[in-house]
């Protein structure tokens, strides 16, 4: 039986608890099943809101401790962009097609940087780079943000 289930931020919290608990089919008082560990683990993955999980059990005599260890996944600024000033804000968060203030992985984020980057060439601006930088953010999270370093126009 469960005696304990909680969840520890390994790293910052930029879920709340509550919403990840949502995601956990595993309940205090219920009867400890590794499967259903499992299945808890392959829905706080797909949920999209963690990049990882660990699972730690603690046997007390009849009862187990459960404790999901989760790192959350980064958000991306509300003002993710630093060094454009040929577009704006709003033009480049339309090309990286990502949702302004949600979660995003790594991969998604490399790809809207090349699509900005992409946007840039395709009006001449040949030789712009835009590269991305993790930073730490006033609640204590972590925020993507685009630095876009322009060249000026080739034509």
């Not at 797909?46 to 999980?53: A, D, K, Q």
Request: glycine content about 6%; charged content about 25%; cysteine-free.
């Amino acid at each position: 039986m469960i005696s304990l289930l909680s969840i520890h931020y390994a790293g910052a919290q930029t879920v709340d608890q509550d919403r990840l608990q949502a995601y956990i089919g595993s309940k205090k008082g219920a009867p400890y099943q590794s499967e259903q560990i499992d299945n808890d683990i392959k829905s706080l993955y797909e949920s999209g809101l963690v990049n990882e999980v660990r699972v730690l059990a603690d046997p007390k005599k009849s009862e187990v401790e459960v404790i999901f260890e989760v790192k959350t996944r980064p958000r991306m600024s509300p003002s993710p962009f630093v060094g454009n000033t040929v577009f704006s804000d709003q033009r480049l968060a339309k090309e990286t097609r990502l949702p302004v203030g949600r979660k995003i992985d790594a991969s998604a984020l490399d790809a809207a940087a090349k699509r900005i980057e992409a946007f840039y060439h395709a009006f001449g601006y040949a030789g712009t780079k835009v590269s991305t930088r993790a930073q730490p953010s006033e609640d204590g999270s972590v925020d993507y943000i685009f630095i876009v370093e322009e060249v000026p126009n080739a034509r």
